[in-house]
């Protein structure tokens, strides 16, 4: 019998692309999302991360039909961005509501599942951004921050029950995240306006010239057969992975010189 996945965000990008890549691959996958479009090749849950409500009801009816949950893959997010001066704290929340907050209700959902059975692997899906406080994405990355955080400390809390935990921090991939992102700053802003353009453009034209969500499929499925999971496994371009390395040698006034060349951040 394959193992049992259970996949939040599945309805669409790269929660789609992994869902039906594990089930072709003879997973059992049950994929959760708030909508739940019904799927040829795995079992559709309506599953609301920002609801104890929904995960719970979503957890015990894989639970009844499988009697485990060996996998569980945390992808459901949201994009934001907008000024830090400009964002209400209600977008603040919602970030942190279903990329942190989301994140976590699920891990402690299937936990004592995983304990009970002595065996488990969560997969958080992060992003590259997470690891650098990038202009008008503050609370984008630093919800995905503390997940990684959180990840990280989960990690040695439950490796003695036979549980592994790993983040995967992606680059920009070419999915719809666009159309869903958060914008609590827009181009007509008086005070951030023709910078925040810049940034967008740059942003839009990085997601548009992305990976190929399908790529997911295989890599996940190889994360999950690892012995070992390490704690943190990275997806990007070349000059995204060079980005990431040199926030830790070069000097923090040539970084940031770098980053406002890219991103526009300075007229």
């Known amino acids: 019998m394959g193992k049992v996945v259970l996949v939040t965000g599945a309805s669409s990008g790269i929660g789609l692309e992994i869902a039906e890549y594990l089930a072709k691959e003879g997973y059992n996958v049950y994929g959760g999302s708030r909508t739940a479009p019904s799927n040829d090749f795995f079992t559709a849950l309506s599953l609301d991360v920002t609801s104890a409500e929904s995960i719970h009801r979503a957890i015990e009816s894989v639970m009844r039909k499988e009697g485990r949950i060996d996998v569980l893959i945390n992808n459901a997010g949201v994009g934001s961005a907008g000024a830090v001066e400009k964002t209400p704290v209600e977008d603040i929340k919602k970030s942190f509501e279903i990329n942190f907050y989301g994140v976590v209700r699920m891990c402690q959902g299937v936990l004592p599942h995983m304990r009970m059975q002595n065996y488990g692997r969560i997969i958080n899906i992060s992003t590259l951004g997470s690891m650098i406080g990038l202009p008008f994405r503050a609370f984008y990355s630093s919800s995905k921050g503390a997940m990684d955080l959180m990840t990280e400390s989960l990690r040695l809390e439950v490796e003695r029950y036979g549980i592994q935990a790993c983040t995967i921090h992606p680059g920009e991939i070419k999915t719809n995240i666009a159309a869903h992102r958060v914008i609590s ?68 006034y040539i970084y940031e010189w770098i980053l406002r060349a890219y991103f526009k951040a300075k007229d």
């Not at 190889?222 to 390395?245: A, D, H, M, P, W």
């Open 185 to 252: 700053t827009t181009e007509q802003d008086e005070i951030y306006g023709k910078t925040i353009k810049k940034a967008f453009d740059q942003l839009n034209a990085s997601v548009d010239h992305g990976k190929d969500p399908a790529l997911f499929g295989p890599y996940i499925d190889k994360v999950i057969r690892s012995q070992k999971l390490r704690r943190n496994y990275y997806i990007g371009t070349f000059s995204e992975l060079l980005g990431i390395k040199l926030k830790k040698f070069l000097p923090y």
